[in-house]
């Protein structure tokens, strides 16, 4: 296999690993709110919300998108919070697993300057 398949191959994980962010508040809100309505709000409202931020600061076609540190902090900060929702929600081995893939996409993207 060669290393271009490898490096497109990585940046197809990532754009799945952003929809498992998405899809993990979602289950955490659907499984955390008491009643019909807070479900509903945590676990569209914040997928939503979550949405809106990565298309304004970190989607490549943005506008506004950051770059450099700014850019892996906001990434991050929403990848920690989803895999936290996850091992909250009670898919501790799920949210480990979550964020072993996470890390090891992250390092390949920063290595291959992805």
Do not use: D
Not at 17 to 28: H, I, T
Not at 46 to 60: N, R, S
Not at 63 to 69: A, I, P, S, V, W
């Amino acid at each position: 296999m060669s290393v271009n398949i490898i490096k497109v191959a990585n940046l197809a994980l990532s754009l799945f690993l952003e929809f498992c962010m998405v899809v993990g508040f979602a289950y955490w809100g659907f499984n955390t709110g008491s009643s019909l309505m807070a479900q509903l709000f945590l676990g569209i409202g914040v997928p939503m919300g979550v949405i809106v931020v990565w298309g304004i600061f970190l989607a490549p076609a943005s506008t506004r998108r950051l770059h450099g540190r700014p850019h892996w902090v906001l990434e991050i900060i929403l990848f920690a919070a989803s895999i936290s929702a996850v091992f909250m929600a009670g898919r501790p081995t799920l949210a480990g697993v979550f964020a072993a893939i996470y890390a090891i996409n992250v390092m390949l993207r920063l290595v291959w300057k992805q």
